[in-house]
C-alpha cells in the first residue's frame, strides 16, 4: 500500500466509484475499539445460560448458536436476545465506522452486519447525532428491497444492510445457516433490485472486515458483479481482510490468479480505515469542513404553509430531483421520507398535513401511478381532491407533474385534476417558469393574502 495506491483509491473514491462492504470484523466499539460481534457472542451466551466451559475461548455468534441448538434451544429466542442486548445496552461505534462515516464521498455504505452502529457512526459524524441517515435492509420476505434511488441520486447518507437489520424477529442473519439461506435468496430477488444491482455492478467495493468463509466471499462478489469474476471489467475491488498470516491462502491466490481488479488488502480494517480518513482529511481538507456544515433535521410535523409532493416510491429519484430544484428556489418542501419516524401513527400525520397544513399538493404522476388500482397515494390525491373543493375557482391548490412519458390525460387522478394543466417534469426536472409560480404562490399563502384553510 505505497503512495500510488492510496491515491488511486481516493480518486475513486471522490469520483463516486467506490461502495465500502462493511463486515462485522470492522464494526468495533468505543472506547476501546473492542469487536463488536465477539463481545455480542459472550453477551448472548450469558443470556441463554450457555456455560463458559462449553464454548471456545472467543466464540463467534456461529458457535454459540450451534451450542444453544445442539442442547434444544428455541431458535427464535437468539434473535429476541439479539435485539434486546443491542437495545438495551446500546454500544457506541469504534474508530473503523468513525472513520468511514468522516468521509463525506461515501454516499452509499453496505453492511453485512445486522447492528445499527454504522448508522449511528454516520449521523454523530454528518449530523451531531441527529438522526438523518436513510436505513435499508434486505430480507427474503422484506416488502421493500430495493434502494430508495440509485447511489447518484441518493438525497442522504443510505446504510443498505443486504443480510437484515436487528428486530425481535428472525430477519437477520446471525449463524451460518443463516447466511446461507440470505445470499441464496439475495441472487434469487436481485433482478427485482434493479438500483441496488446496477450499483453494485457499476462502483467498486471497498469491502473490510467480511470474515465470511472463504467461498462465501467469493459467492457475495460474483452475486454482487453479476458476470464472471475473471471476465474483464473497468472497476476496483479492494479486500481489506486482515494481517497476511489470517487471510486463507486459498483466497489470496484465488483472487491473485483471477483478475488484475481485485486487491486482497493483508491490513487490518481498523488500520485500513484509519489511514484512509488521515489520507482524504490531508487531500481534501476544504470539502471535510464543508461537509461539517448540514441543515438541522425538519420538525416531523409540516409547518403550514409547505408544498406537500405525493408520489410512488418507484419515483423516488426524480421526486428527489424535483423536491431539491424546488428547495433551492426557496420553496419550503414537506417530503415524508425526510419526516415521518419510527414511532409516528403516519397516516394521520399524512392526512393532516394535506387537509390541513400544505399551501400546495404537487401529484408526481408517472406510468406506476397512472396502472396501479390499489395504492397509499391515491389515498392521499383523495384527500387533498376534497380540500380543493374549498378553493376559490382559479385558486390552485392540487398541481399535477409528470415526471415521464405518461400520456398528459391522467386517468387514475381523482375529478379535482380534470381541467388542471399538467406540468412535464422529465426525470424531475422541472422548467424555471414553473418552480417560480410554485415560489409565489407558496409566499402569497404563507404572507397571508391568500388564506391556507
Not at 460481534?37 to 445460560?49: F, T, V
Not at 465506522?97 to 453492511?111: E, K, M
Not at 467469493?218 to 458476470?227: D, G, N, T, V, Y
Not at 390541513?356 to 391515491?378: D, I
Amino acid at each position: 500500500m505505497d503512495d500510488d495506491f492510496w491515491e488511486d483509491l481516493l480518486t475513486l473514491i471522490e469520483a463516486g466509484k467506490v461502495i465500502p462492504v462493511i463486515g462485522e470484523r470492522a464494526v468495533t466499539m468505543s472506547p476501546n475499539d473492542a469487536v463488536l460481534y465477539d463481545w455480542l457472542a459472550l453477551r448472548l451466551a450469558e443470556r441463554l445460560g450457555i456455560p463458559r466451559e462449553n464454548l471456545p475461548g472467543t466464540p463467534s455468534l456461529n458457535q454459540v448458536v450451534t451450542a444453544w441448538l445442539l442442547k434444544g434451544g428455541e431458535r427464535n429466542k437468539v434473535y429476541t436476545r439479539l435485539h434486546r442486548i443491542l437495545r438495551d445496552e446500546s454500544p457506541a461505534p469504534g474508530s473503523t465506522l468513525r472513520h468511514l462515516a468522516g468521509i463525506p464521498a461515501f454516499n452509499l455504505f453496505l453492511t453485512t452486519t445486522f447492528d445499527r452502529l454504522l448508522e449511528r457512526a454516520i449521523n454523530d459524524a454528518r449530523f451531531s447525532g441527529i438522526e438523518r441517515a436513510q436505513v435499508c435492509a434486505f430480507w427474503p420476505e422484506a416488502p421493500e428491497k430495493d434502494l430508495p434511488a440509485r447511489k447518484r441520486d441518493l438525497g442522504l447518507p443510505t446504510v443498505y444492510h443486504v443480510l437484515g437489520r436487528v428486530s425481535a424477529a428472525p430477519e437477520f442473519v446471525v449463524w451460518e445457516e443463516d447466511a446461507l439461506e440470505f445470499v441464496c435468496a439475495l441472487h434469487e430477488h436481485l433482478p427485482v433490485m434493479e438500483r441496488l444491482a446496477r450499483d453494485l455492478k457499476e462502483h467498486g467495493l471497498l469491502i473490510l472486515g467480511l470474515n465470511f468463509s472463504d467461498w462465501l466471499v467469493r459467492f457475495f462478489l460474483r452475486i454482487a458483479k453479476q458476470s464472471r469474476l475473471s471476465e474483464p471489467r473497468t472497476v476496483t475491488e479492494y479486500l481489506a481482510e486482515g494481517p497476511g498470516e489470517m487471510l486463507p491462502q486459498s483466497m489470496v491466490l484465488f483472487f491473485g490468479g483471477l483478475s488484475k481488479n481485485i486487491y486482497v488488502v493483508p491490513c487490518e480494517p481498523a488500520e485500513f480505515a484509519a489511514q484512509l480518513a488521515e489520507r482524504w482529511s490531508a487531500r481534501y481538507p476544504d470539502a471535510v469542513r464543508a461537509h461539517e456544515k448540514f441543515s438541522p433535521l425538519p420538525p416531523p410535523t409540516m409547518p403550514d404553509g409547505a408544498i406537500f409532493l405525493s408520489y410512488a416510491r418507484e419515483d423516488e429519484a426524480a421526486v428527489i430531483r424535483l423536491k431539491t430544484a424546488i428547495e433551492q428556489a426557496g420553496c419550503v418542501v414537506w417530503f415524508d421520507r425526510e419526516r415521518l419516524k419510527p414511532g409516528m401513527y403516519w397516516p394521520d400525520e399524512l392526512k393532516g398535513a394535506v387537509s390541513k397544513r400544505c399551501s400546495l399538493f404537487v401529484s408526481v404522476v408517472s406510468k406506476t401511478t397512472e396502472s396501479a388500482v390499489e395504492r397509499y397515494f391515491h389515498r392521499e390525491r383523495a384527500w387533498a381532491a376534497e380540500r380543493a373543493l374549498g378553493f376559490s375557482p382559479g385558486e390552485e391548490f392540487y398541481v399535477p407533474v409528470i415526471v415521464d412519458e405518461s400520456p398528459i390525460s391522467l386517468q387514475r387522478e381523482p375529478q379535482a385534476a380534470s381541467g388542471r394543466q399538467a406540468t412535464r417534469a422529465f426525470g424531475g426536472s422541472p422548467p424555471e417558469s414553473f418552480v417560480e409560480h410554485l415560489k409565489e404562490v407558496q409566499q402569497r399563502r404563507i404572507a397571508g393574502s391568500q388564506p391556507v384553510l
